[in-house]
């Protein structure tokens, strides 16, 4: 048997018997709620990765010292992995919304299409920096870091229509520039996160929905039960989603409000009229 308790400082102040399809709908919506955190875990990860490998780059340049290739390699290593779970974990829990974004991002950008490829190649042939460069001038040093087009053109893990367009690219280019790509691709996946975000925003604002039925207006806590074991907490999963979005992602990213961004600006409206039960409140940027 499920039930809804309303507690206070360890009282219980109301109960609810339900039955097991209104409690399932209840678990469901936490759950759908706690993968699309999951998600947003993930994503920072992979922009945690990435802006390491940037950074790294960055601060080798007006060195006199001459850049680890190892060290190098271990970064993009590790980006390139986080990027790949990240897309395994969409496309096991979010498959039709990740594979609208996917092909709008995957089709139109380049610094995409290369990091997924990378992935396989690291993981398969060898180092995907084999080539570094240092220029010197009367004021600075500039260093350079390059993926060599041959090595991916000849391996056999990348997929035969990139590396028809590889060999296009080789025929003016030996080599890629990986700061170049690595800096697009850090707004390109801020870009593919926000999309996915207003693609799911359905079944987010509907599971918030299903959730909040059972939420008190002064928004405090109600927890379900299954044969007096606790199950779920209810109004602590919608606000861990809200405050990850917010922290995590709109104000992080700078979207709030942003010209550019205002299909989510609103979304993010409408998380938070349903998130305090108010109109025109949301949380401050810490």
Same mark, same amino acid.
């Given at each position: ?10 009282q219980?102040l ?6 097991d ?11 759908? #709620?706690?993968?699309?955190?999951r998600?947003? $875990?993930? /994503?920072? =990860?992979?922009?945690k990765?990435?802006?390491? !490998? @940037? ?10 010292e ?10 993009l ?8 779970s990240?897309?395994?974990?969409l ?5 039709t ?8 991002i ?21 180092f ?10 009367p ?29 296009? #690219?080789?025929?003016?280019n030996?080599?890629? $520039?990986? /700061?170049? =790509?690595?800096s697009?691709?850090?707004?390109? !996946? @801020? ?22 039925q059972?939420?008190p207006?002064?928004?405090t ?20 989603y ?30 938070s009229y349903?998130?305090y ?10």
């Open positions: 048997m499920y039930k809804i308790l309303w507690r206070s400082n360890d219980i109301h109960e609810k018997v339900l039955d399809g209104v409690a399932q709908e209840l678990i469901d919506a936490h759950n759908h #709620l706690n993968k699309n955190i998600c947003l $875990d993930f /994503y920072y =990860i992979v922009k990765d990435l802006s390491d !490998f @940037i950074d790294y780059m960055k601060n080798q340049q007006d060195s006199a001459n850049p680890d290739g190892v060290e190098i390699n271990r970064l290593y590790n980006f390139t992995n986080a990027l790949y990240y897309i395994e974990y496309e096991k829990n979010f498959k919304a990740f594979s609208i974004v996917k092909k709008e995957y089709d139109t950008q380049f610094s995409y299409r290369l990091m997924y490829a990378l992935r396989a190649y690291i993981t398969h042939n060898d995907g920096i084999t080539e570094i460069q240092s220029s010197f001038y004021d600075k040093i500039v260093k350079a870091f390059f993926i060599n087009l041959k090595n991916l053109i000849e391996s056999s893990c990348i997929n035969k229509k990139f590396k028809e367009e590889l060999m296009w #690219l080789s025929e003016t030996s080599r890629i $520039d990986i /700061y170049k =790509i690595a697009e691709f850090s707004e390109v !996946f @801020i870009n593919f996160q926000e999309k996915l975000i207003l693609t799911l925003q359905k079944e987010i604002i509907n599971s918030f929905n299903i959730l909040l059972y939420v207006e002064q928004r806590d109600v927890f379900l039960y299954q044969d007096n074991t606790f199950k779920k907490s209810i109004f602590n999963i919608i606000n861990k809200y405050q990850k979005v917010a922290y995590d992602f709109i104000y992080k990213e700078n979207i709030f409000n942003a010209a550019t961004h205002q299909e989510l600006t609103e979304l993010f409206m409408m998380f349903l998130y039960g108010k109109l025109d409140i949301i949380c401050k940027p810490k």
